[in-house]
């Protein structure tokens, strides 16, 4: 099976140093960059599927010139190769510009199924993995907890997370499923796989390879952009209640009842 990962490089959260800069994009330069969370969830799952049924991992991302020290991070994981999609035009570009330049990307290579997170951490819209899959004709899997692919029959069978439980979803491949925390937890880079990912294929193409032109997808045109931003309210202090259980309980009831809680 050859199976593609979506992967970003975002701006560290444990870091707690984000901000904008004056023109409302994401200051990239503020903290350090690491592999977005809920990518590192479905890399997790790729390589699980190809210890199972055989093939390789590709990596494909659409970031800043700097991303090629946190994808050797992704491929450090055990994926074998990666693709890196920069341009000076592509800072700024909204969700839209993301989806049209992945799919462009995508377009050349071949792979069985196409595996990306929910979200990301410098964003959260979620939107881009539906939109490549529309872009590029794919059935659209979501919120995968199980990926049971068959690759004799060409297919792939997905149980999606519900409200009551699971879905279970059957498609031909190739197509895309967006993974969850549910397939399990990324593993940690070994030694082997460090010094392996020096050396491991990580090419780079920009929007002219691709022929992708700016007027299609860049900063300039983004169709969404940062209006303004504030700095959420500091918490108010916490109040711990040590007095004995009934004492503690009366408490609890008045401190609920002042907010109309109860």
Known sequence: ?????LVKPVPDPAAGAERLTPDGQLDRAASPAVVNANDEYAL???LKL???HGG???LVSMAPAAAPETMRKALAMGAHRGLLVTDDALPGACTLSTTRVL???LRDLEFDLLLAGADTSDGGAGVVPAGVAALLGLPYLSYAAKIEPSPDAGTVRVHRIAPNGFDVLEAPMPALVVCTQALGEPRYPSLKGIMAARSRELATKGL???GVSSDEASGAVATTRVVDSTTPPPRPPTRVIREPADEAARQLVAFMAERRLI
């Open 103 to 105: 799919a462009a990307a």
């Open 50 to 52: 190809v210890t199972a």
């Open 1 to 5: 099976m050859q199976i593609v990962v």
């Open 56 to 58: 390789e991992v590709s």
């Open 208 to 210: 002219a390879d691709l």
């Open 44 to 46: 997790e799952a790729a």
